[in-house]
């Protein structure tokens, strides 16, 4: 029996005062990458190669003097300023991506479509079909879900005018 799509999802509509250039960049440049992480950028190291077949890492922390470790992901899909798509995971970080098995890995989808009032944003974590109900429930035990949002959620301030 597998698990139900909905419940291999996790989908995040924001809706931000600003152009899809600018969240779109918020997610690709380097130098604004820290929103991300909740570090400095002097911190978190941030490093972006924005092609298909590219990745990008950022250092991150689990609030104020948690624990730090790499993460970022695999880009498949980079089409500026509406899509992107990526394994997400960094070698040797969290979660441990090997290029080799980018199915080991949850792919993320995020959207920006322009809108009257700025950019709707919509970012969606997705366990793949081939993990068996198990697995997919050992990435939700993980707190996938709350620390997806908790990440997402830091964009806001970032993109504040």
């Not at 250039?21 to 941030?46: I, K, N």
């Amino acid at each position: 029996m597998s698990t139900p799509t909905a419940q291999r999802t996790i989908e995040l509509v924001r809706d931000y005062p600003v152009p899809c250039e600018r969240v779109f960049a918020a997610w690709t440049d380097p130098d604004q990458l820290e929103w991300f992480s909740g570090l400095p950028a002097a911190e978190s190291h941030p490093a972006v190669d924005l092609r298909p077949g590219g990745s990008w890492r950022v250092t991150l922390q689990e609030g104020p003097g948690g624990r730090r470790y790499a993460t970022g992901g695999l880009y498949h899909v980079v089409e500026p300023p509406h899509r992107l798509e990526f394994s997400w995971g960094a070698p040797g970080g969290w979660p441990d991506l090997d290029p080799d098995d980018l199915d080991a890995v949850p792919r993320i989808h995020v959207a920006f479509e322009p809108t009257a009032a700025g950019t709707r944003m919509t970012a969606t974590l997705v366990l793949g079909e081939h993990l068996d109900e198990d697995q997919v429930a050992h990435w939700l035990d993980l707190g996938v879900r709350e620390g997806w949002t908790t990440t997402v959620d830091r964009l806001a301030d970032h993109l504040a005018p």
